[in-house]
């Protein structure tokens, strides 16, 4: 293979003759040894639950098929074209039927953006809201996928501490407090509450009700990231803090990406008016709009009447064994001081391992045989997160599931041991052997975090 | 016009690392007039060559695989003459413990050192010796895996109880671990390569962490975090002294083409001492060696294309 019609890469000069024209944001970088690790995950051989991907192999070819060809006869022209930056009306639609399903019946068309995915949301909250040095609050471990647009804009993230319940409100108010007596504003409180990425857990109501209430007093703005509500296993839904809010201080996040199809790119923001506007500007400036084509698609789809909440129950049904898969083969092959989240929706698991595990160092020895998960420290931006990982059971067959969990269990197990060598502590050794029995649900739903303290007093004793 | 496979890529952990070298190195042999095969070193190496019949391999790999001599074993099997070192050079640099034994018998100052494999802890209870080693080596303990280019698992144990932590940490990257002495001071490396005149060092390059981080000794190994100077800012003597030390180590391990010799500078006059020897430095944009090239007036393309031409060399020198 040649390769001469090739334009030459930068040299080194170049690089340098660049940098000085480089935005200071742009330096804002994260470790790369993680990110080189992590595009190992990427070959064919490796089972990688490491991705946060829905199914997309669930949906029938002969349904987008004839998606597509109904948007080529109905509406081509107007496909094909730009389209208003707030989003076509014939897809508010849709977007006001998903919120009535998300138990926010009433949704006015006028309070909604369509954005090219959710994380556009994100992207333009910050936008709107953040100068350079201004806090974001947001839930620690925290949605790997936020941390780089939140460092983007030079936001200082602070993070709080979760539980089983979700995000600590407690420890929301005493962080608010010092950041008032520090004399530092936090513009808004970023949150998954609902099956949160990576933890996996959801928000108690009483904390809802809570945390709507210190915003409103605070006059604090909230973003409520809600892409997997819909995607529940068991149990009663939980009121969303936008429909315990009624919309005054919650900016709230829908996407089509879990529920449909990633591929489409589209999501939604509801908002008060006054930031809708202003992130409606924002929209403008980056894409004028997100695509017509997939709009019409997406409206296509829903035409039909309860097909688009069949393919939803199918997704669940689907996604439900795979967690269920998940959860047994964590209790089959992790040791027994390995705890885990289960949750009763979503995508993700959150395990944590012994502290004297380092999840990133893990994961290279995890490549060798074939295995990728996501390193805790992704989730965190001050360094923690070190012992714990998250797993991804949507995007990943059963088979590969028991198969990926047996190797990590392997290789946990095989840390476990070597560490109960070199301590001497033979228990420790013996308590490589996988765990008997299924831990106790009460205590595996904890959500155990590393603690930061001692970490930190480690760090200072040199 | 010569037909170069350029071997990039591969399995290793260095892999991104290794595809922007790689590039790079494809880039100038263009510039240069030479038909370019780019070839992800994969399952399929020893077909892709049989069939691409090159004149020569650029070796632009690093870690394992490609640093450790496997992939300079197939390419002599295949009479495919390539850059760099050959087998041996490349399992003495790759080795860190074979290289530190290395340097020490031949009386070259390198830290202080222990070295283990898994079985030593899990069959012959080397755990009990740690207590020795520590007071040995006194804290805070550098321990690394034996075979790991890049700065993954190496980590700094500041007390006995992370000894072991440290310890399972880098056996996540080798069977074979060191627990070496901490030299704090300066972080130097010197790049060595086959000119005209023989083995050159070429001036001194040193990464000076930023202040934050100064004393976070793992931020010093992240990319992004040090900032590099070329030549170093050292006493005439010092920089005379590295980079005779640099062409001593690679003479001592038989590199070939080119090298870089990592040392550190110890603070309050304790001296030299070096680290380990890379036999496929890192040939990226923001690279030491290319860095190191550039202020001895030795530009990339002059750089890959004597490389080049020492391979060729070689290979005529054998047949």
Redesign the interface.
């Known amino acids: 293979?040649?390769?001469?019609d090739?334009r030459?890469?930068?040299?080194?000069r170049d690089?340098e003759r660049y940098a000085s024209l480089f935005a200071e944001r742009t330096k804002v970088?994260k470790?790369?040894?993680m990110?080189?690790?992590m595009?190992?995950t990427e070959?064919d051989e490796v089972i990688s639950l490491a991705g946060g991907l829905p199914d997309t192999s669930t949906f029938p070819p002969d349904s987008y098929a004839q998606l597509m060809q109904q948007v080529a006869a109905e509406s081509c022209a107007r496909a094909l074209q730009y389209g208003p930056t707030e989003g076509l009306e014939s897809l508010k639609r849709c977007i006001v039927e998903v919120m009535a399903a998300e138990r926010m019946p009433g949704i006015d068309g006028d309070d909604v953006l369509v954005t090219t995915g959710g994380q556009q949301v994100i992207d333009l909250v910050c936008k709107t809201l953040i100068d350079p040095g201004d806090v974001v609050v947001a839930e620690a471990p925290t949605y790997p996928g936020a941390v780089p647009t939140f460092c983007a804009y030079q936001a200082d993230v602070v993070q709080v501490a979760m539980d089983r319940d979700g995000m600590r409100v407690d420890e929301l108010e005493e962080t608010l407090d010092r950041l008032e007596r520090e004399g530092r504003r936090p513009k808004f409180i970023y949150t998954v509450p609902t099956f949160q990425n990576p933890a996996g857990v959801t928000m108690s109501l009483p904390r809802r009700e809570r945390l709507v209430r210190i915003a409103a007093a605070r006059e604090l703005l909230v973003l409520e990231d809600n892409p997997y509500g819909l995607l529940r296993y068991e149990g009663d839904p939980v009121p969303t803090l936008r429909a315990l809010d009624g919309g005054e201080f919650v900016i709230y996040l829908g996407t089509f990406s879990k529920i449909l199809s990633p591929g489409i790119r589209l999501g939604w923001a509801v908002a008060p008016r006054p930031v809708l506007a202003k992130m409606n500007l924002g929209k403008q400036s980056a894409d004028l709009c997100s695509s017509p084509m997939t709009q019409h698609f997406v409206a296509a789809y829903f035409e039909a009447d309860g097909r688009w909440e069949d393919y939803l129950r199918s997704l669940r049904e689907i996604y439900r064994r795979r967690r269920d898969t998940m959860l047994d083969a964590l209790a089959e092959h992790l040791p027994a001081q390995a705890e885990w989240t289960r949750p009763a929706g979503g995508l993700f698991v959150w395990a944590t391992l012994p502290d004297?595990?380092?999840t990133t160092?893990?994961l290279?020895?995890a490549?060798q045989e074939n295995v990728a998960f996501v390193p805790g420290r992704a989730a965190f931006l001050d360094g923690r997160g070190g012992s714990s990982l998250r797993l991804n059971f949507s995007g990943v067959c059963e088979d590969d599931i028991r198969e990926g969990v047996r190797r990590i269990g392997k290789v946990v197990r095989e840390?476990v041991g070597?560490?109960g060598?070199?301590?001497?502590a033979a228990g420790e050794a013996a308590a490589g052997e996988p765990a008997p029995a299924p831990p106790d649900e009460g205590l595996a739903d904890v959500l155990r975090l590393p603690d930061a303290a001692r970490r930190g007093a480690?760090?200072r004793?040199? | 016009m010569t037909r170069v496979a350029v071997l990039k890529g591969g399995r290793s952990l260095e892999r991104e690392v290794s595809l922007r070298s790689g590039a790079r190195v494809e880039d100038a042999l263009e510039r240069l007039g030479h038909e370019v095969v780019a070839v992800d070193v994969g399952g399929d190496l020893v077909e892709r060559l049989r069939a691409e019949r090159p004149d020569v391999a650029f070796v632009a790999l690093h870690g394992r695989d490609g640093e450790d001599g496997t992939v300079q074993e197939l390419l002599e099997l295949l009479d495919v003459p390539y850059t760099g070192s050959g087998v041996s050079a490349c399992i003495r640099c790759m080795d860190k413990v074979l290289a530190k034994h290395l340097m020490r018998d031949r009386g070259i100052p390198t830290p202080d050192f222990y070295a283990f494999n898994e079985t030593a802890f899990k069959e012959l209870g080397a755990a009990g010796a740690l207590p020795e080693i520590e007071e040995r080596l006194d804290f805070p303990i550098v321990v690394k895996p034996a075979a790991q280019g890049s700065a993954l698992g190496i980590k700094f144990a500041r007390t006995p109880a992370d000894v072991p932590t440290a310890l399972v940490a880098a056996f996540s990257y080798d069977r074979k671990v060191l627990l070496e002495r901490h030299v704090r001071g300066r972080d130097l490396a010197v790049s060595v390569v086959d000119l005209e005149e023989g083995p050159v060092a070429l001036p001194v390059v040193e990464a000076v962490p930023r202040e934050e981080d100064f004393y976070d000794f793992e931020a010093r190994y992240e990319i992004g975090r040090s900032e590099f100077v070329c030549p170093a800012r050292l006493e005439d003597d010092v920089a005379a002294e590295a980079q005779r030390l640099a062409r001593e180590v690679y003479e001592l391990f038989g590199c070939h083409g080119f090298a870089r010799v990592d040392l550190m500078l110890e603070e309050g006059g304790g001296g030299l001492f070096v680290l380990e020897a890379n036999a496929i430095p890192g040939l990226t944009e923001t690279s030491l060696l290319p860095q190191a090239a550039d202020a001895h007036g030795l530009g990339f393309d002059a750089l890959v294309g004597r490389l080049v031409a020492l391979a060729l060399a070689r290979a005529g020198a054998r047949a």
């Open positions: 293979m040649t390769i001469d090739r030459p890469r930068s040299t080194s690089l970088m470790s790369s040894a990110r080189d690790l595009a190992l070959r004297y595990i380092d160092d893990l290279a020895r490549l840390q070597l560490y060598t070199l301590t001497g480690r760090r004793a040199e």
